[in-house]
């Protein structure tokens, strides 16, 4: 099954396969999130569709962004630059393929589970036992195939992105187990207060240790080869790295402060949410003193130009977080739309657009050929730019709407009709991420197959 | 019944953490730092690098006005929720 580092030109299989995957599912996951926003402007918007109700686009929506779009996308880039970096072949192409054919099966279980209703019913944990199971084992395919790899490397040095790589899937494979509860079938929870602790260790760590880390391994080896300049420095880069796996593992608990969890926990969970402004700013120094006076270049390259926009939201979004985990501050923030908004900068804004420019910077080193069109691929950055940045400037509005409403007292129902006009506004920016998605997905695929664009050496 | 899970989860990461960092010390990593930031260029440097246009630039103004925006946003809604916190 191992192919030698000797072997012929890689052939980039699995990546292209992931590129494939991340591209489909995104339509697929807008797609239910324009349900949803249907949903919350008309409530009986598609009420004779059983399988579609709110409850089970939304939880469509968010687990086919978390592990259909983001995740896969991220993944493809690491399968390209994982090699590359180490100068040698990936430990097996067949078995990424198939880790890529057997992630494309599972999703679809996922959808069809939920939508005969058999969600768990804890948020971003929804997916049924059976999916959980099958999900550890696409981790522990992509661990073997990458620490594999990482095993036969030419190169001694291990390069910031790698790790960044590594601790995401070997981390995330273990937060998935204990997150998700999967000893307990049945229910795929603990009783209580204790299984409202460990969901948020692991609702959490999906953003903090699964996509933030990819994203920023992504940021890390494209930035510095579309500039063309060396990272600024890579020991800080370790120091941002190892920084970010001490303080990010234990801010769960922000989400309940106004639960009666122990005291101690929601104080570690406060300081490292405000500690997170050290792995961030480390990165984000780090990485815009790089590119220091090349942002002409950076916006003439369309997938660095996604994946430098992607380190804004990421400023933004862990800014937001450590605010957010102020108690003083929750209070006017937590349980609103402010929070929906944060999540869609962090998901979409910061992991999604680096994705997608990871997918845009490699594709033409895989294929050998230019992308199918550079046009559309700025048409869907500008339709992701607006969608992202508008869904922020709305959901921020109403959120700070309803949490002063009831910071004042007042009852739900009667800020309802206050915020209507701001869900027509939130799924009209959909429509931008939507059209984004789908046109991404054309470009993709024709990138990757039925290109008449002239062919270049692949690498 | 609170802390088992709880403590197991963050020693699993912890554990995992340590034995990883103890293998890169006594594995060199953090050695040859200076020729690290180079790695991603190797075999890439004859390419030359895209040129930029006054449409980036451009674009680069609007980003970053974009984000100027969204911090004063961010630096009003502390200032709001301290001021409005009892």
Known sequence: MASSANNDRPNHRTARAFCLTSAFWFAAAASFGMIGAGYLIAPDFMANIGWLHFGKARPMHVNLMLFGFVTPGLLAAAFYYVPKLLRTALYSEKLGVFT????????????????????????????????????????????????????????????????????????????????????????????????????????HNVFGLLLTPLGLGVAYYVLPLATRSPLYSHTLSLIGFWSLIVVYTHIGTHHLLQVPVPTWLKTIAIVDSVAMVIPVMVFLINIWYTVQGKLGTIHADIGAKFVFTGTIYYFFVNIQGSMMALPQVQRVTHFNNWVVGHAHIGVLGFAGVVAIGGIYYVLPKITGRPLYSRF??????????????????????????????????????RVLPEIHLYYILRASLGVFIISGAYIGLYNIFRTLYFNPGAATACE | MY?????????????????????????????EQQRARFLPLEGELETQPVRGSRMGRLETYALFSLACCGLLASAAVLAFALWRAP
């Open chain 1, 100 to 203: 890529a054919i057997l992630w494309n099966i599972t999703l679809p279980i996922g959808v069809v589970g939920l939508a005969q209703g058999r969600s768990q019913g804890r948020e971003y944990a929804e997916w049924p036992w059976s999916v959980d199971m099958l999900i550890v084992v696409l981790f522990a395919l992509v661990i073997f195939n990458l620490v594999m790899t990482v095993r036969r490397r030419l190169e001694p040095i291990i390069y910031v992105s790698i790790w960044y790589v590594c601790a995401a899937v070997i981390l995330t494979g273990t937060t998935y187990c204990i997150g998700n509860v999967i000893w307990k079938p049945s229910t795929g929870a603990l009783l209580g207060i204790p299984d409202a602790i460990l969901l948020w260790f692991y609702g």
């Open chain 1, 376 to 413: 559309l691929a700025d048409l869907q950055y500008w339709l992701l730019l607006i969608g992202v940045t508008g869904f922020a400037v709305v959901l921020t509005i109403v959120g700070l709407i309803q949490g002063n409403a009831w910071l004042n007292g007042e009852t739900v129902y």
């Open chain 2, 3 to 31: 802390y088992p899970y709880f403590i197991t989860y963050m020693l699993a990461g912890f554990v995992i953490s340590v034995g990883v960092f103890i293998w890169a010390l006594n594995n060199g990593q953090f050695k």
